[in-house]
């Protein structure tokens, strides 16, 4: 055990501004990475089940950290299981490659490196599980003497991936895991969370052809690119309503292509993320100027006024002028 908890301490020794307390009894620890100004970056919180196996909960509220912090660098063979609570994170891959995680993911990477992870919304809240596949923890999953252990069995199927397998867990998969954050959350429940993993791992094997026939989407600087300069172009002036179609054109790819690319890179689609737009900025003008409704309404992109009035009401569940009263009181008190 006592192995494990230096591992972690001396993974992340290496960066300035951070804090560490650990309790050698309980096998617990907390880590707090804070910036420049003393504000805190990122901040995980670890138990050491076994010196084969380590839980952790980490949240993140920035945009970037060293990648170095999320990588377990060691050349012992290993699973780590990675599960998104809440947020998203975009992930560059050494060939270059990028795609995304968001809320309700799952990835299960056997030492495969990534070269940058960056939070766009500066806000994730992630769990993660290594599991050390030659250990005396990994020994007690075996079905009987001289098979192979499950974590050993997972880490043969994906070690020879290019990429650590991202997915959405199976409902039964999800269960588990949202066990295992409430087993970790109190630690008086600490000792189940060996049990916990050793189902969620027996659950991961049996899904295994699901994970491998996983839809993935992984996307080049180009494509991402394109996605950068469809969201310009729409958010520079929402006057003007843009087809995906039209745009599509302009960039030389299908309208399926920039769609995958925008969802890609953002994490919602195309005609979601210009509704969502449209619909903040015309609340931020109800709240912060004197226009008329009428005019909110044509400078957001709707010819129509009753229109826009139904796709407000839609959206925040009331009218624009009920919004504007709304804002306007709250700001009297």
């Not at 309503?241 to 995958?260: C, H, I």
């Amino acid at each position: 055990m006592k192995t494990l908890n230096n591992w972690v301490k001396k993974r992340f020794s290496r960066f300035p501004n951070l804090s560490i307390e650990a309790d050698e009894k309980s096998h617990t620890g907390s880590l707090v990475l804070k910036d420049d100004d003393g504000f805190e970056k990122a901040k995980m919180d670890y138990f050491c089940v076994s010196d084969g196996m380590l839980f952790q909960s980490f949240s993140i509220n920035t945009d970037s950290i060293p990648v170095d912090a999320l990588q377990c660098f060691t050349e012992k063979p290993h699973v780590k299981i990675n599960y998104c609570v809440k947020g998203k994170c975009n992930v560059e891959f050494n060939d270059h490659e990028k795609t995304y995680i968001s809320g309700g993911d799952m990835t299960l990477n056997c030492g495969q490196k990534i070269k940058d992870i960056t939070f766009p919304e500066h806000s994730y809240h992630g769990v993660e599980i290594y599991i050390f596949t030659y250990s005396n923890w990994a020994n007690r999953t075996r079905d009987f003497e001289g098979s192979k252990s499950t974590p050993e069995l997972l880490y043969e199927q994906y070690k020879n991936n290019a990429h650590p397998t991202i997915f959405e867990p199976s409902p039964e998969v999800e269960e588990v895991m949202q066990e295992l954050i409430k087993c970790f959350s109190n630690p008086r429940c600490h000792r189940l969370l060996s049990i916990k993993v050793m189902e969620l791992l027996l659950l991961l094997t049996e899904d295994g052809m699901k994970l491998m026939d996983s839809d993935r989407k992984y996307f080049t600087n180009a494509q991402i690119e394109i996605a950068k300069q469809v969201n310009k172009i729409v958010s520079e002036d929402l006057s003007r309503r843009y087809s995906a179609k039209e745009l599509a054109q302009r960039f030389g790819v299908s309208e399926t292509s920039l769609k995958n690319y925008f969802r890609g890179v953002y994490g919602y689609g195309y005609h979601e993320f210009q509704n969502t737009l449209r619909m903040e900025t015309a609340a931020d003008l109800l709240a912060t100027t004197n226009m008329k409704v009428v005019e909110i309404s044509m400078k957001v992109g709707f010819k129509s006024q009753t229109k826009f009035s139904n796709s407000f009401k839609q959206y925040f569940e009331m009218s624009p002028l009920e919004y504007r009263r709304k804002i306007r009181l709250r700001k009297m008190q």
